[in-house]
């Protein structure tokens, strides 16, 4: 009896060992389990904080590139604007320019015209010794005045002219002396000269020249008037295209605000004509004006013409108006951009 006590005490013990020893597996499994499922969690959201990190560095990049991609596109427009003309031809034209005059006759009045040439010989001529070609070889007074009496002293932009004769020897009609000094002051001007002396042949600074008495240093620009843009007139018998100042023509010279016609907007007005004038525009059908501008005495201009109606004589003749309608900014030199033929001129004045 008392064995089986034992035995069934032992039996009973076995029991409880063997339950606790389930639960705590049970228990030590569910920890585990949770374990596991934290850790699973936790590396899912390292790996999903990983993935959106590399998407946002890679949208991040993808922005960049576009942003890079727009300022390469902006760069290389750029560049290839400003590389428009720079693979244009170019040629430098002989800066010795001279200044040519003629009469034109018209039935209410006489007009001087102008015509610019440049030599064709590579040396190059003193600003003094063209302009005192150009003035006495367009001297209209009868005795040749300047070239016969007289000795010029430049002094840029002011020229002296010592008299070394008085008298009848500077005499002069009424017409000639209107042309005389249209001549003396319209050359003078396109040679950047800005004021003119007189001297009698004691030194006096008074003197009486082609009926005008002078006693005192002479504005050029207040004496020429305010000349913007240049028209052609062809002369048949020299077979050549002159130039007339607007000025001398009425045509306008100032804008709505009685100003001075800016460069761009004198080159605007020289492209048309009132009709059934004596006169045309240097700039024909077929040659259209990109742009204009003057800037720190460089004036550019940039064009293109039909070459199926525009001859090289009309490109001649647009050039010459142009180059004498810059001499009026007193320009120091100006460029002719051609976008059709893909050349750059430039045409070196005053001073060069």
Same mark, same amino acid.
């Given at each position: 009896?008392?064995?089986?006590?034992? %035995?069934?005490?032992?039996?009973?013990?076995?029991?409880?060992?063997?339950?606790? !020893?389930?639960?705590?597996?049970?228990?030590?499994?569910?920890?585990?389990?949770?374990?596991?499922?934290?850790?699973?969690?936790?590396?899912?959201?390292?790996?999903?904080?990983?993935?959106?990190?590399?998407?946002?560095?890679?949208?991040?990049?993808?922005?960049?590139?576009?942003?890079?991609?727009?300022?390469?596109?902006?760069?290389?427009?750029?560049?290839?604007?400003?590389?428009?003309?720079?693979?244009?031809?170019?040629?430098?034209?002989?800066?010795?320019?001279?200044?040519?005059?003629?009469?034109?006759?018209?039935?209410?009045?006489?007009?001087?015209?102008?015509? %610019?040439?440049?030599?064709?010989?590579?040396?190059?001529?003193?600003?003094?010794?063209?302009?005192?070609?150009?003035?006495?070889?367009?001297?209209?007074?009868?005795?040749?005045?300047?070239?016969?009496?007289?000795?010029?002293?430049?002094?840029?932009?002011?020229?002296? %002219?010592?008299?070394?004769?008085?008298?009848?020897?500077?005499?002069?009609?009424?017409?000639? !002396?209107?042309?005389?000094?249209?001549?003396?002051?319209?050359?003078?001007?396109?040679?950047?000269?800005?004021?003119?002396?007189?001297?009698?042949?004691?030194?006096?600074?008074?003197?009486?020249?082609?009926?005008?008495?002078?006693?005192?240093?002479?504005?050029?620009?207040?004496?020429?008037?305010?000349?913007?843009?240049?028209?052609?007139?062809?002369?048949?018998?020299?077979?050549?295209?002159?130039?007339?100042?607007?000025?001398?023509?009425?045509?306008?010279?100032?804008?709505?605000?009685?100003?001075?016609?800016?460069?761009?907007?004198?080159?605007?007005?020289?492209? !048309?004509?009132?009709?059934?004038?004596?006169? !045309?525009?240097?700039?024909?059908?077929?040659?259209?004006?990109?742009?204009?501008?003057?800037?720190?005495?460089?004036?550019?201009?940039?064009?293109?013409?039909?070459?199926?109606?525009?001859?090289?004589?009309?490109?001649?003749?647009?050039?010459?108006?142009?180059?004498?309608?810059?001499?009026?900014?007193?320009?120091?030199?100006?460029?002719?951009?051609?976008?059709?033929?893909?050349?750059?001129?430039?045409?070196?004045?005053?001073?060069?």
């Amino acid at each position: 009896m008392e064995n089986m006590k034992k %035995i069934s005490f032992l039996f009973a013990s076995a029991l409880f060992i063997a339950g606790c !020893s389930d639960s705590g597996e049970e228990t030590n499994s569910q920890t585990a389990d949770s374990s596991e499922n934290e850790a699973v969690d936790s590396q899912e959201t390292e790996d999903n904080g990983e993935d959106q990190a590399e998407s946002d560095s890679n949208t991040e990049t993808e922005e960049d590139s576009s942003g890079d991609a727009a300022d390469n596109v902006d760069a290389s427009e750029e560049s290839e604007t400003e590389s428009d003309t720079a693979v244009y031809a170019g040629a430098q034209l002989n800066p010795n320019y001279f200044i040519d005059t003629h009469i034109i006759s018209q039935p209410e009045r006489f007009y001087l015209a102008y015509a %610019i040439e440049r030599d064709k010989e590579e040396a190059q001529t003193p600003p003094k010794q063209r302009l005192e070609t150009s003035l006495f070889e367009n001297d209209p007074s009868e005795q040749d005045i300047l070239s016969s009496y007289t000795e010029l002293t430049l002094d840029w932009p002011s020229l002296t %002219i010592q008299f070394d004769q008085e008298g009848n020897d500077l005499a002069a009609t009424s017409a000639q !002396s209107v042309l005389f000094y249209d001549a003396l002051f319209g050359i003078s001007d396109l040679y950047g000269i800005e004021d003119i002396t007189f001297l009698s042949p004691d030194g006096e600074q008074r003197m009486t020249v082609a009926e005008r008495t002078v006693d005192d240093t002479i504005n050029v620009k207040d004496e020429r008037g305010e000349t913007r843009g240049y028209y052609a007139i062809y002369d048949k018998e020299l077979q050549e295209t002159l130039f007339i100042p607007g000025g001398e023509l009425e045509e306008p010279v100032v804008n709505e605000s009685g100003e001075p016609l800016s460069f761009p907007e004198t080159i605007e007005k020289m492209k !048309s004509v009132e009709p059934d004038t004596f006169y !045309s525009t240097a700039i024909v059908e077929g040659i259209e004006i990109v742009s204009s501008s003057i800037t720190n005495g460089v004036a550019t201009v940039q064009y293109t013409m039909n070459q199926d109606i525009v001859t090289e004589a009309d490109r001649i003749v647009f050039e010459n108006a142009i180059q004498l309608a810059a001499l009026d900014f007193h320009a120091w030199e100006v460029r002719l951009i051609n976008d059709t033929l893909k050349e750059k001129r430039t045409y070196p004045l005053i001073g060069q």
